[in-house]
């Protein structure tokens, strides 16, 4: 999505602003053919069927919203006739490791980076995290460490996988 950093240099970058346009563009890319899919991006899992062109005032009626699933980007890349690697993210705030390794199943991921998200010291809002990261067959933690160091580490973990 739009973001106010400076885009890396040999990176592809492409604002959306909503689910739908995202999907679009993920199914453009890997169809155009790309050897590694990394879903870092947290995707609303649903939206509201009617948006408002302008602010919502305040009344005194109820609001109610009524919401439909946004695609499932991540398995729809990893079901895709140019499927690349594919890996995943989930962010949880209990039983991590079972609910990711769900999510590699049953989404048919290569590989899936997940982390406890209910700590106060690691993930949203801090500069460190800590990963478990699962694959077919095996897994590694990568303990608490900057977030960059844990990128550095996953990137390399991602390659050895890929190329086995």
């Known amino acids: 999505g739009p973001v106010n950093l400076p885009t890396p240099a040999r990176v592809t970058r492409i604002d959306v602003t ?5 999907y ?3 199914m453009d890319v890997v169809g155009q053919g790309c050897d590694i899919f990394i879903a870092t991006a947290a995707v609303a899992d649903y939206r509201p069927v009617v948006t408002a062109d302008h602010k919502i005032k305040k009344s005194t009626e109820e609001v109610h ?3 439909v699933k946004n695609p ?3 398995a729809a890349v990893a079901e895709h006739d140019k499927r690349p690697f594919t890996v995943g993210f989930a962010a949880e705030t209990r039983d991590v490791v079972e609910y990711a390794s769900a999510k590699l199943t049953n989404k048919n991921l290569d590989m899936i980076a997940t982390n406890d998200v209910s700590g106060q010291n690691v993930g949203f809002n801090s500069d460190n995290n800590a990963l478990t990261v699962i694959w077919p067959g095996g897994h590694k933690v990568l303990p608490l460490a900057s977030k960059r160091q844990i990128a550095k580490q996953l990137i390399e973990l991602i390659a050895i996988r890929y190329r086995h």
């Open 65 to 67: 919203l009524t919401l």
């Open 18 to 22: 909503r689910a739908q346009e995202m």
């Open 72 to 74: 499932d980007i991540v």
């Open 24 to 26: 679009e563009a993920c």
